[in-house]
C-alpha cells in the first residue's frame, strides 16, 4: 500500500482524502496486471500456430509427404499458419508504434465515399465463393474527410472483412454512409453469428474475442478491432459496435470532416 498519503479534511469535517490514493495504487496494479496478460497472450497467440506447425512438419518427415494427397495439404496447413503468424507480428509491431506514439499519419483530403466503393468492390471480388450481397448506400455527391488514406483502408478492410468472416453463406453486407453537419458515420452491417450483449464493450480490446477456437480458426488475430479504434481515435474519431446474437453486427465509425490535432476532437 502507499506509504506516504496525507489525508484531506475540512477544517474540522470528516477525512475525504483517502480513496485517492488506493485509487492510484490499483491503477498501476491494472497496468502491470494488463502488461503480464498481454506478454502471457503473446506468447501463446505465437505457441498455437508454432505447435501445430510442428506436428505437421514431423508427419511430414514420417511419410506424409511422399503421400501425394496427404502431402500438399500438410504443407498448406503451415503456410497458413505461417501467414497468420506474419499477420500477428505485423499487428504487434503497429501496435507497439501505437503505444509509444511512434506512427505516422499523412493526412490527405480524401473522398470518403469514393474510398468506400472501392473497397466494397475489391471485397465483392474476393467473397464471390460465399455469394456475399453487398449493399451500399453511399451519397453519391463528394463527401470530404482529412485523413490518412491508407490507415483508414486498414480500418474498414478489418470491419468487412469480419462482417464477411461471420456472415453464413449469402449473407447481405450494407455499409452505409450518413453525413453529418461536422462528421460522417460510416456503418457497416451484417446478417452474421452476432456478439452476445455482455461481451460486446470488450471486442476492441486486444486478443479479446467472443469465440476463441472459431475466430482463430477464421485466421484471426484478436488485435483487428483493437488496431481499428485506436486508428479512428488518431483520427479524432470513434467506432461502436451494436449486435444482436443470431442477428447480426453493426460497427459504426465515426469520423470528422477535419481532424483538430491539437485537441483531438471536432473542430
Ligand atoms: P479477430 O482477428 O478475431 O477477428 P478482431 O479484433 O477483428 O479479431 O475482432 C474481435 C472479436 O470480435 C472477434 O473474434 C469476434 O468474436 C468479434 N467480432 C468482430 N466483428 C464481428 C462481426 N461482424 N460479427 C460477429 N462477431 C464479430
Known amino acids: 500500500l502507499e506509504a506516504n498519503f ?45 505447435t501445430t506447425m510442428r506436428s505437421y512438419l514431423e508427419a511430414l518427415e514420417d511419410g506424409a509427404m511422399e503421400d501425394e494427397n496427404l502431402g500438399p495439404r500438410f504443407l498448406k496447413v503451415t503456410q497458413n499458419e505461417t501467414e497468420r503468424m506474419i499477420r500477428l507480428v505485423n499487428d504487434l509491431l503497429q501496435l507497439s508504434k501505437m503505444d509509444s506514439n511512434d506512427l505516422q499519419l499523412t ?36 463527401v470530404y474527410v482529412n485523413m490518412d488514406k491508407d490507415k483508414m483502408t486498414q480500418v474498414f ?22 453525413t453529418r453537419s461536422k462528421a460522417v458515420d460510416i456503418e457497416i452491417t451484417d446478417e452474421g453469428v452476432g456478439i452476445p450483449k455482455e461481451n460486446q464493450a470488450k471486442i476492441f480490446d486486444r486478443f479479446y474475442r467472443v469465440d476463441k ?53 471536432f473542430e
Open 107 to 142: 493526412f490527405e483530403t480524401t473522398d470518403i465515399g469514393e474510398l468506400l466503393r472501392q473497397i466494397a468492390e475489391r471485397f465483392e471480388m474476393i467473397t464471390k465463393d460465399k455469394n456475399i450481397e453487398f449493399s451500399k448506400e453511399i451519397p453519391m455527391h463528394s
Open 213 to 265: 477456437a472459431r475466430a482463430r480458426n477464421l485466421g484471426g488475430t484478436g488485435l483487428g478491432l483493437a488496431i481499428a479504434k485506436e486508428l479512428v481515435q488518431s483520427h479524432g474519431g470513434y467506432i461502436t459496435v451494436n449486435s444482436e446474437w443470431r442477428k447480426g453486427t453493426t460497427i459504426s465509425v465515426t469520423l470528422p470532416y477535419t481532424v483538430n490535432k491539437k485537441a483531438g476532437v
Open 6 to 50: 496525507s489525508v484531506i479534511r475540512n477544517e474540522e469535517g470528516p477525512v475525504n482524502g483517502l480513496i485517492t490514493v488506493l485509487h492510484d495504487v490499483t491503477e498501476q496494479e491494472k497496468i502491470e496486471r494488463e502488461r503480464r496478460e498481454f506478454v502471457a497472450n503473446v506468447s501463446h497467440e505465437l505457441r498455437t500456430p508454432l
Open 157 to 178: 478492410d478489418n470491419i468487412i472483412s469480419n462482417a464477411v468472416k461471420y456472415s453464413p453463406d449469402g449473407g447481405m453486407i450494407t455499409i452505409q454512409m450518413i
